[in-house]
C-alpha cells in the first residue's frame, strides 16, 4: 500500500528553527508538496520538489531524498502565525496525489 | 481577485436528507476536485473533474455525487447514503487536469454536520 508519514504534533520557540519530516512509500514518485493549513482555513500550496536536494523560498525550506523517500520542511525565525498544521502529499506514478496526516505545529512565546 | 469559493461555511443537516456544498471557482482552472478531511487523516479525495461534462470517482465516492456543467462550478451533494457525512469538505482546482502534480489551490472549505 502507498503510505506517508509525518509527526502528529511538534513544538517549537518563537525565533528558532523547526524541521518537519515526511517519509513515504509510495507506487512511484513524481514529486511532492508541502501545504500550510491553518486550523478550519484551506491548505495553501508552499513548495514542491521533484528533484533532490533543497529549494528556499524566504524562511521556509523544503528539501527532498528520492532514494531516501524522505523530505523535510525547514522553517527558520519562527513567527506566532506559523502555528499551523503542515501537510505533505505525493504524487504517485498515476500522477494520484497521496496526502499525509499532517503534523500540527505549535508555537510558543 | 482569482479564487475558489465555497458555501456555506458551515452546514446543519438531519439524517436522512440530501445535501450540496457549492464550489465556484474563476481562475479559468480546467480541474476542480473534492476532498474530505477528518481529524487525523490526511486528505480524502472524493471526486475529481478534468474537463467540463466529465468527473471520476476518487477513493471515497460511495454516498456522494457531483456535476461539472459549467467550467467554474463543480457542486457535491451529500446524499443520506454516506454513512457518516460529518466532515470538513475541501474544494480545489488546478490549471490543468491529469496531473497530479499540478498545483492545487483550494477553497475556505464547508464543515458539514448530521444532526
Known amino acids: 500500500g502507498q503510505n506517508i508519514d509525518q509527526p502528529t504534533e511538534m513544538t517549537a520557540t518563537e525565533g528558532a528553527i523547526v524541521q518537519i519530516n515526511c517519509t513515504y512509500q509510495t507506487s512511484g514518485f513524481n514529486g511532492l508538496f508541502w501545504y500550510q493549513q491553518h486550523a478550519g482555513e484551506a491548505p495553501t500550496f508552499l513548495s514542491y520538489n521533484v528533484l533532490d536536494g533543497l529549494e528556499e523560498k524566504g524562511r521556509f525550506s523544503s528539501f527532498l531524498s528520492r532514494s531516501k523517500g524522505y523530505s523535510y520542511l525547514l522553517l527558520k525565525e519562527l513567527q506566532m502565525k506559523d502555528s499551523a498544521s503542515y501537510l505533505c502529499?505525493?504524487?504517485?506514478?498515476?500522477?494520484?496525489?497521496?496526502w499525509g496526516a499532517g503534523t500540527k505545529l505549535i508555537i510558543k512565546p | 481577485d482569482g479564487g475558489i469559493t465555497q458555501s456555506p461555511k458551515y452546514l446543519f443537516r438531519k439524517e436522512g436528507q440530501n445535501v450540496t456544498l457549492s464550489c465556484e471557482q474563476n481562475l479559468n482552472h480546467d480541474a476542480m476536485y473534492w476532498y474530505r478531511q477528518d481529524p487525523g487523516q490526511g486528505l480524502r479525495l472524493i471526486y475529481y473533474s478534468q474537463i467540463v461534462n466529465d468527473f471520476q470517482k476518487g477513493d471515497i465516492a460511495e454516498g456522494y455525487s457531483v456535476s461539472r456543467e459549467k467550467k467554474e462550478s463543480f457542486p457535491l451533494t451529500v446524499t443520506s447514503a454516506q454513512k457518516n457525512p460529518t466532515a470538513f469538505y475541501l474544494c480545489a482546482s488546478s490549471k490543468h487536469g491529469g496531473s497530479g502534480a499540478d498545483t492545487q489551490y483550494f477553497g475556505p472549505g464547508t464543515r458539514l454536520t448530521v444532526l
Open positions: 502529499a505525493v504524487v504517485d506514478s498515476n500522477y494520484q496525489l497521496i
